[in-house]
């Protein structure tokens, strides 16, 4: 049995039968072909423009001439015309990703007739997969990789629509290894401006930095940079302060004593 799936109002390529043994002076039938085909009695010919949809249904074709006959099936369904997909989109069309992180997938939507498959150029970086069936991009990154531009074509018989997408791998964030202070132990005279305390730092960089208790009156530690700076406005004895410096992927801290005097004390 042979199958076949035309498209509403689109013309079939005409489905010729093969015989074998004594010539065919009639061809039939039955049931009747769906709307719009026809099959030609001398040539056995199934041709035409199916104008309305069909279920699958299967058609039993005879061949015969004056000394017998022969049969075949045929299956035949017809189906609304398809339209073409349009407006692929994905729901991030550049992202960077970082090496050993897996990333939410990232989907695509589309308009008009349904993708029923999808591809890719050129290769996605090392260890993340693209679906064909759904175009979803997956997995968790293992190389590094320079941003780069992939488009994607979701298709269907009707046709097909593209989109760009701009990818690139980064290196994992390092955490700060080590912190210390240029003057880890500062005295300093109240009502003067005190020469700036700048960190020092190891391991990967600081995004931000923090200081626990408050600073001194007067003073106070920028909050990117780490600098201690300003003009103390009150006598204190030594305290002890906790700075942190921090990323993503951890944090170091260092202890900074400071005290406040009068001048010629």
């Known amino acids: 049995m042979t199958s076949a799936i035309y498209q509403a109002g689109q013309p079939i390529v005409p489905n010729r039968p093969s015989v074998s043994g004594g010539a065919v002076t009639r061809y039939t039938v039955v049931p009747a072909l769906p709307a719009g085909l026809t099959l030609d009695a001398a040539s056995g010919v199934i041709?035409?423009?199916?104008?309305?949809?069909?279920?699958?249904?299967?058609y039993v074709v005879t061949a015969e001439n004056a000394a017998g006959s022969a049969t075949a099936r045929?299956?035949?369904?017809?189906?609304?015309?398809?339209?073409?997909?349009?407006g692929l989109a994905y729901r991030e069309s550049a992202v960077i990703y970082t090496v050993g992180t897996a990333i939410t997938a990232?989907?695509?939507?589309?308009?008009?007739?349904?993708?029923?498959?999808?591809r890719i150029a050129p290769a996605l970086p090392a260890g993340l997969a693209f679906n064909t069936?759904?175009?979803?991009?997956?997995?968790?990154?293992?190389?590094?990789?320079?941003?780069?531009s992939y488009t994607v074509?979701?298709?269907n018989g009707a046709?097909?629509?593209?989109?760009?997408?701009?990818?690139?791998?980064q290196a994992a964030p390092v955490a700060p290894a080590s912190l210390a202070f240029s003057t880890p132990s500062a005295r300093y005279v109240v009502a003067e401006a005190i020469v700036p305390n700048t960190p020092v730092v190891t391991g990967g960089?600081?995004?931000?930095?923090?200081?626990?208790?408050?600073?001194?009156?007067g003073l106070s530690m920028n909050a990117q940079t780490g600098v201690i700076a300003g003009t103390?406005?009150?006598?204190?004895?030594?305290?002890?302060y906790t700075v942190t410096a921090r990323n993503v992927a951890g944090s170091a801290q260092a202890q900074v004593r400071i005290s406040i005097t009068a001048r010629g004390s």
Do not use: C, D, K
């Open 133 to 148: 069936q759904t175009g979803a991009i997956t997995g968790t990154p293992t190389a590094l990789a320079a941003e780069s």
């Open 159 to 169: 046709g097909e629509t593209t989109t760009a997408l701009r990818i690139a791998v």
């Open 153 to 155: 074509t979701g298709s």
């Open 232 to 240: 103390p406005a009150v006598l204190q004895s030594q305290a002890v």
């Open 205 to 217: 960089a600081v995004t931000a930095y923090a200081v626990s208790p408050p600073l001194p009156v």
């Open 74 to 86: 045929v299956q035949i369904e017809v189906r609304n015309t398809e339209a073409a997909p349009s």
């Open 106 to 118: 990232n989907t695509a939507t589309s308009a008009g007739g349904p993708i029923s498959t999808f």
């Open 47 to 58: 041709a035409g423009t199916p104008t309305a949809v069909s279920a699958v249904t299967v």
